[in-house]
């Protein structure tokens, strides 16, 4: 545990209960105009759950990128997501039977649950794991490059990546003419290349002094986004998805590489050391259990939705309701996840 950085563990915990409200908080908005004030609070909401993957990529590089792991550890890793894809689908695939097709027919159709996996048809918020199986292929030669590059190579490698890769398709969005010529491309790097490394060189870098510096930066991303967002309603007379610009799952926006980076800065300043042994080891159960959490969220979120969500409703403004519903999702799937991790064979999945 002495070895162990708490801050990362409390970055997992808040990055998955992000997964939770990016799944469940869009419908509140979009029944919704600007003229309800209730509109403001879910897309703010909406543009802060948006950090979450860009969190865990840079997490996941803080912890990998300074290592030289042989290949065969790679290729374990690689093997133990394929593992949590292809058994976590498969119990997704099983209750979809049950509920629609029968059981014993269909859970024994395993042509019909490979084509599903490939094309991820089961569970629509896996595609992370496609994403990130990729990465641990990778990760043997990423590792290698990061301990041949110096620092400055690190940095025109993280500037050139999230520049091109997020800040200028940005800036293209709301200037069309600066969109960047069809064939114009620089192989490799990519927006998630660059939060890989940027995680990575950030948690090298002594802990940053004071917290406000990246609590506004927080707050400035997503201020700004909710701002743009009712511009873009406005543009586009409230019809069509004007949230799509800060949608893209595999190039996020510039405004949320700035909210990741100062919710990852500030994570560092609000843990430190002077945690007692007891709230440390929480915080440790908790980031273990991140990963369970991100597994099981969509189907506690199918489960609960008329079973918790609407009667909240009956209660609560939609605002509320959807909050309360969404602490109460993450509740049962860290509850869940415990479980699973008790258990020796599922343990090394999750």
Excluded at 24 to 46: C, E, H, K, M, R
Excluded at 83 to 95: I, K, P, R, T
Excluded at 125 to 145: E, I, K, T, V
Excluded at 237 to 245: E, L, Q, V
């Amino acid at each position: 545990m002495k070895k162990r950085e708490i801050w990362l563990d409390g970055l997992r915990t808040f990055a998955a209960f992000l997964v939770i409200v990016n799944h469940t908080n869009s419908d509140v908005f979009q029944a919704l105009t600007p003229a309800n004030g209730t509109w403001w609070l879910s897309i703010a909401w909406y543009a802060l759950c948006k950090i979450a993957v860009p969190l865990f990529v840079m997490i996941s590089g803080a912890v990998l990128l300074g290592r030289e792991d042989s290949y065969g550890k790679c290729l374990a890793r690689f093997g133990r997501i394929i593992a949590a894809l292809l058994g976590f689908s498969y119990l997704y695939f099983v209750h979809d039977a049950w509920v629609n097709y029968g059981l014993w027919p269909r859970i024994f159709q395993l042509d019909v649950f490979v084509h599903k996996v490939w094309t991820l048809e089961i569970a629509d918020s896996f595609w992370y794991l496609y994403f990130y199986a990729g990465l641990m292929l990778a990760l043997p030669l990423l590792q290698r490059l990061a301990r041949a590059m110096s620092d400055r190579d690190v940095w025109y490698l993280i500037g050139l990546s999230l520049g091109l890769g997020a800040g200028w398709p940005f800036l293209a969005h709301f200037a069309p003419a600066l969109a960047l010529p069809e064939y114009f491309d620089v192989p490799g790097f990519t927006t998630m290349i660059g939060l890989f490394f940027a995680g990575w060189q950030l948690r090298k870098r002594s802990k940053p002094l004071h917290t406000m510096p990246w609590l506004i930066g927080l707050a400035f991303s997503v201020t700004l986004s909710a701002v743009l967002l009712h511009a873009q309603f406005t543009q586009m007379n409230g019809t069509g998805k004007y949230w799509a610009f800060m949608d893209n799952r595999m190039q996020p926006s510039l405004l949320v590489v700035i909210g990741a980076i100062s919710a990852f800065l500030l994570a560092r300043c609000l843990f430190d050391r002077s945690l007692s042994e007891c709230t440390q080891r929480a915080w440790i159960e908790l980031g273990s259990c991140s990963f369970g959490i991100y597994l099981l969220q969509q189907w506690v979120i199918a489960q609960t939705e008329s079973r918790l969500f609407l009667p909240l409703c009956n209660a609560l403004t939609a605002f509320p309701a959807v909050v309360v519903w969404e602490i109460a999702v993450f509740v049962l799937c860290l509850i869940a996840a415990m479980i699973l991790r008790r258990i020796p064979v599922i343990k090394k999945i999750v």
